[in-house]
């Protein structure tokens, strides 16, 4: 997403508080369009917008604004702040799992080795242009609130009260994943756990 007025990029990839953090900033950032999305009772509230970058823009890489990037609507790229919503690896797989197997039909493992790459794309990929870190800040999905809350701050807004949408209900990551998987995790994300500080157990990000 992104506001003109503000001059802030966030960038939300999915299972990181994207609809939340859409919801909330709805009156500061430039949209087109809101598109309501999977009306059913478990889903009731899920939406995407359209903005100048794509007609589904709430999943938009930092790659994908760079490049469809319009100087003369938006001003320089560089004047602008950018920041990215991520998620403890093990954690948001899990969700995406949860989101899409409600009645876990798929055990965890079958999910994870036959997930498109809309599901396993590395939030590494959400964060760069050609390969190259772009973003100033992160608000982390463990600490959203508070990390939010910096984000209102450093953009100059008054804070806001996070809305809780779209979320999946499951007890602590680590009860559902077996050692296999776990690795499985480890392996595709290695790059992002590191960057990110992220480890497997209970305590999620280290203190940064």
């Not at 309501?36 to 994908?64: A, M, W």
């Not at 050609?130 to 910096?150: A, S, Y």
């Not at 209900?169 to 500080?197: C, F, M, P, V």
């Amino acid at each position: 997403m992104i506001s003109i007025k503000h001059k802030f990029i966030l960038i939300t990839p999915p299972k990181t508080g994207s609809v939340s953090l859409t919801d909330a900033l709805l009156d500061k950032i430039h949209y087109t369009k809101i598109e309501k999305q999977r009306e059913n009772k478990r889903r009731e509230y899920c939406f995407d917008f359209g903005d100048v970058f794509k007609p589904l823009s709430k999943h938009t890489t930092i790659q994908e604004m760079y490049e469809l990037w319009d100087e003369e609507k938006l001003g320089k790229f560089d004047e602008y702040k950018k920041y990215i919503s991520v998620r403890n690896p093990w954690e948001r797989l899990l969700s995406f799992w949860k989101f899409y197997n409600p009645d876990d039909v798929v055990s965890l493992g079958d999910f994870l080795v036959t997930a498109n790459t809309f599901i396993l794309k590395s939030q590494l990929d959400y964060m760069t242009i050609d390969g190259v870190r772009v973003i100033n800040d992160f608000i982390r999905f463990e600490r959203l609130q508070e990390d939010f809350n910096k984000f209102c701050e450093d953009i100059d807004i008054e804070p806001i009260l996070l809305p809780h949408h779209n979320s999946t209900e499951h007890d602590h990551y680590s009860t559902y994943y077996n050692e296999a998987d776990k690795g499985l995790i480890e392996e595709l994300y290695e790059d992002e756990i590191k960057l990110l500080r992220y480890r497997y157990d209970s305590k999620d990000i280290e203190t940064i």
